[in-house]
């Protein structure tokens, strides 16, 4: 079982930053692929970013190319999510999951994920 919590989110004005944190449970965290996920009210879960285990692979979808940054602490059992230049269409509920297959994999699908956090709130004004 791995228990992930986020923390960081917050109000912000356009054009500003966030860094969000996800903290896993356990002692195999370096083993997972990590992914961050978003869900703005009314629409449906969307894939952000993600990193695989050992930092090797990284992937963002188009819309946070160059505005965001994903990164692990393992000695932590961190994820981070370093967010700048904050749009107002980034307002969303922010999740981190983890992706504990041996495959090394950065997916943007939600089904190759299996633990999920709580999520945290993300909201950008104009």
């Known amino acids: 079982q791995v228990q992930l919590v986020e923390s960081g989110g917050g109000l912000v004005q356009a054009g500003g930053s966030l860094r969000l944190s996800c903290a896993a449970s356990?002692?195999?965290?370096?083993?997972?692929?990590m992914g961050w996920f978003r869900q703005a009210p009314g629409k449906e879960r969307e894939f952000v970013a993600a990193?695989?285990?050992?930092?090797?692979?990284?992937s963002y979808t188009d819309s946070v190319k160059g505005r965001f940054t994903i990164s692990r602490e393992d000695a932590k059992s961190t994820v981070y999510l370093q967010m700048n230049s904050l749009k107002p269409e980034d307002t969303a509920v922010y999740y981190c999951?983890?992706?504990?297959?041996?495959?090394?994999?950065?997916?943007?699908?939600?089904?190759?994920?299996?633990?999920w956090g709580q999520g945290t709130q993300v909201t950008v004004s104009s």
């Open positions: 999951a983890a992706d504990t297959s041996v495959m090394l994999r950065t997916s943007s699908l939600s089904a190759a994920y299996n633990y």
């Open positions: 356990g002692r195999t965290f370096s083993r997972y692929n």
């Open positions: 990193i695989s285990r050992s930092s090797s692979r990284i």
